[in-house]
T-cell receptor, first 113, second 113 residues
Framework: KQEVTQIPAALSVPEGENLVLNCSFT??????LQWFRQDPGKGLTSLLL?????REQTSGRLNASLDKSSGRSTLYIAASQPGDSATYLC????????????FGKGTTLSVSS | DAGVTQSPTHLIKTRGQQVTLRCSPK?????VSWYQQALGQGPQFIFQ???????QRGNFPDRFSGHQFPNYSSELNVNALLLGDSALYLC????????????FGNGTRLTVT
């Protein structure tokens, strides 16, 4: 059974800092890995998706990397802003596309101005 | 272009009652997945529907059932509600052929008293 772990569980930083969120998974035979953002009481917004053949993806101030062999992914956020405050969830998809996602518990980020 | 829509947004039920939650997928999507997210946890996969059939199921009891209609919309039914069923229920849509990433709705907050 795939286990997804996210460290740290919570993080507080001042505006402008660069930060790294970590995700690890136990079974490296994944199809893809996806990072989501969740605002309180809301649904999930997809931020970045890395397919198994890729090593990283970038979108604006966000960069996600994937190391399948070690079962790790990192989400790098540059020049953090108060609007980045949210919970960030990592999810892996095993097997062929269209299978269920296994999620971590998330990292709750608070950026102060 | 409407995204994934869920109804109702909030619901309060009593133990032992039955509940039906509804989801309309993003335009053009043919596959609907349901997830349960307890407070402080990552979403847990309940089941996935494609071509009006349940294609995959997570580790949830038979009290949880679903349906997909010809227009691709879906319902999640939960019978004999328990206090532990209190959670945010999220619907996600996609293409069965694996068009990713998943698109999530804002969820239905179910409280069982």
């Amino acid at each position: 059974k795939q286990e997804v772990t996210q460290i740290p569980a919570a993080l507080s930083v001042p505006e402008g800092e660069n930060l790294v969120l970590n995700c690890s998974f136990t079974d490296s035979a994944i199809y893809n890995l996806q990072w989501f953002r969740q605002d309180p009481g809301k649904g999930l917004t997809s931020l970045l998706l890395i397919q198994s053949s890729q090593r990283e993806q970038t979108s604006g101030r966000l960069n996600a990397s994937l190391d399948k062999s070690s079962g790790r992914s990192t989400l790098y956020i540059a020049a953090s802003q108060p609007g980045d405050s949210a919970t960030y969830l990592c999810a892996v998809e095993e097997g062929q596309a269209g299978t269920a996602l296994s999620f971590g518990k998330g990292t709750t980020l608070s950026v102060s101005s | 272009d409407a995204g994934v829509t869920q109804s109702p947004t909030h619901l309060i039920k009593t133990r032992g009652q039955q509940v039906t939650l509804r989801c309309s997928p993003k335009s053009g999507h043919d596959t609907v997945s349901w997830y349960q997210q307890a407070l402080g946890q990552g979403p847990q996969f309940i089941f996935q529907y494609y071509e009006e059939e349940e294609r995959q199921r997570g580790n949830f009891p038979d009290r949880f059932s679903g349906h997909q209609f010809p227009n691709y919309s879906s319902e999640l039914n939960v019978n004999a509600l328990l206090l532990g069923d209190s959670a945010l229920y999220l619907c996600a849509s996609s293409f069965m052929t694996g068009a990713i990433p998943l698109h999530f709705g804002n969820g239905t907050r179910l409280t069982v008293t």
